[in-house]
């Protein structure tokens, strides 16, 4: 079984781990999807892929495992990180708020709120923050404009803009809250019906936009009949 694994010391690895999927060998069971867990792995020169040695399980966050909607939030938020964490240089930030997300995921909470900001914060650990204070065009304050432009990195003044979309005032405002506040907190905000919907579709056009690539997020189609039901 070839596993990609998002490490404290190293960033993201892909590994190996032989045998895994037979009853009798002593990794079996212990590569689950989302589990947290220490991996001992043996590292040769000259090969971009690791040797599992062995596993030991610290938390197997089943309770992502019983819900499916729990179950269908995480695919789609480390669908999203493994499209933007392609590298792997290590990053204890990036590492917490993986494992922050999953866990609210885990208890729950409301998914919309933990998603979107859990993106937003992926975004800024990755050097991509979304600005929404500054003009991207002149760097003076932008008051109150809600005028758009992802690829200059989001908001513009008034006097700078010319042909931007606008976005929902709202949408600036969850940005700035998410900038601010920790997942936790920000699990409490609701925005306009439809308005998470809106706001994950903009985060995505940003992302893609400055990633240069198409994300093709299979999980999103299973989140939607999921939340709709
Ligand atoms: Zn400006």
């Known amino acids: 079984m070839i596993i990609t694994l998002y490490s404290l010391d190293f960033g993201r690895i892909s590994v190996i781990a032989k045998g895994a999927?037979?009853?009798k060998n002593s990794?079996?069971?212990?590569?689950?999807?989302?589990?947290?867990?220490?991996?001992?792995?043996?590292?040769?020169?000259?090969?971009?892929?690791?040797?599992?040695?062995?596993?030991?399980?610290?938390?197997?966050?089943?309770?992502?495992?019983i819900d499916p909607l729990a179950y269908a939030f995480s695919c789609l938020y480390i669908e999203w990180m493994l499209n933007v964490i392609t590298g792997s240089e290590p990053s204890q930030s990036t590492y917490h708020l993986l494992k922050n997300v999953l866990s609210l995921f885990g208890e729950g909470s409301s998914f919309w709120p933990v998603l979107c900001s859990g993106i937003e914060k992926l975004l800024r650990l990755s050097g991509h923050a979304i600005e929404v204070s500054i003009c991207t065009k002149c760097g003076r304050e932008s008051g109150n404009s809600c005028h758009w432009n992802p690829l200059s990195g989001g908001i513009v003044c008034s006097d700078c803009a010319s042909g931007e979309i606008k976005v929902p005032a709202g949408f600036l405002l969850f940005i700035k809250n998410s900038r601010q506040s920790s997942l936790r907190e920000i699990q409490n905000i609701n925005l306009w019906k439809g308005g998470f919907r809106q706001t994950f579709d903009l985060l995505r056009e940003f992302t893609e936009i400055?990633?240069?690539?198409?994300?093709?997020?299979?999980?999103?189609?299973?989140?939607?009949?999921?939340?709709?039901?």
């Not at 867990?37 to 992502?64: F, G, M």
């Not at 400055?210 to 939340?227: A, G, N, P, T």
């Open 21 to 23: 999927l037979r009853p």
């Open 27 to 65: 990794l079996f069971g212990q590569a689950e999807l989302f589990s947290c867990a220490e991996y001992t792995i043996s590292r040769k020169e000259r090969r971009n892929i690791d040797t599992t040695i062995d596993i030991s399980v610290l938390d197997y966050n089943n309770s992502i495992r």
């Open 210 to 229: 400055h990633y240069d690539m198409r994300m093709k997020l299979k999980s999103l189609s299973i989140v939607e009949d999921l939340d709709n039901a």
